[in-house]
């Protein structure tokens, strides 16, 4: 079946500094991928896609490219604020048996510090 | 506008008792979804229902049954409490979920459901 695997946190960051968070799926067939983040004590909320390969799916200065031949779609921002500390999920929907189905990563919790 | 949202928002109740969480969104989605997610935020998905069918019934306990009056509402009934279902549920939508369609889902806020 289709998976979704993230870098294990937490990931703690100064402010300022590089963020990478590793993303890679396995899928049958094309999947979109997408990026959502969890604030503390919220729901989760859509933070980017890209539904192709090569596509780049980019929001609030957080960027991930679908890569199809290493089936990755790694997080990236150049300068994370304190703001950003949150749990980041990958995820993929992949049409399978007549309908879509969503599978998530298990979350990645990021800490900035000031 | 609140678009995907849940009642109640916090849930404390004894074992054994029968209790119901609430979701309703106003997206015009006719896809629903309920997710468990747990101490480690791990993210698990019970139900999806589309046009008020259910789609997608993991494997969850029949303690659990999901009802869906109409497009726009999704509600999740749990009989028989026990400890190991606290947790926080969420209530999430999408559009169609017909082939070629990139089915982002909008979340509600959660439930956090206690039992002792």
């Known amino acids: 079946g289709d998976s979704v695997t993230q870098m294990e946190g937490p990931v703690t960051l100064s402010e300022e500094a590089f963020l990478t968070i590793n993303c890679t799926y396995t899928a049958t067939g094309y999947p979109s991928l997408f990026w959502y983040v969890q604030y503390p004590g919220e729901g989760l909320q859509l933070l980017l896609k890209?539904?192709?390969?090569?596509d780049k799916g980019s929001n609030k200065g957080f960027e991930a490219t679908y890569r199809k031949e290493t089936t990755s779609f790694h997080l990236e921002k150049g300068s994370v604020q304190v703001s950003d500390s949150a749990v980041y999920f990958c995820?993929?929907?992949?049409?399978?048996?007549?309908?879509?189905?969503?599978?998530f990563g298990t979350g990645t919790k990021l800490q900035v510090i000031p | 506008d609140t678009a995907v949202s849940q009642t109640p928002k916090y849930l404390v109740t004894q074992m054994g008792n029968d209790k119901s969480i609430k979701c309703e969104q106003n997206l015009g989605h006719d896809t629903m979804y309920w997710y468990k997610q747990d101490s480690k935020k791990f993210l698990k998905i019970m139900f999806s229902y589309n046009n008020k069918e259910l789609i997608i019934n993991e494997t969850v306990p029949n303690r659990f049954s999901p009802k869906s009056p109409d497009k726009a509402h999704l509600n999740l009934h749990i009989n028989s409490l026990e400890l190991g279902d606290s947790a926080v549920y969420f209530c999430a939508s999408s559009r169609s979920m017909g082939q070629g369609v990139s089915n982002e889902q909008y979340f509600g806020p959660g439930t956090r459901l206690t039992v002792t």
């Open positions: 995820a993929l929907s992949a049409y399978s048996g007549g309908y879509q189905k969503v599978t």
């Open positions: 890209a539904t192709k390969a090569d």
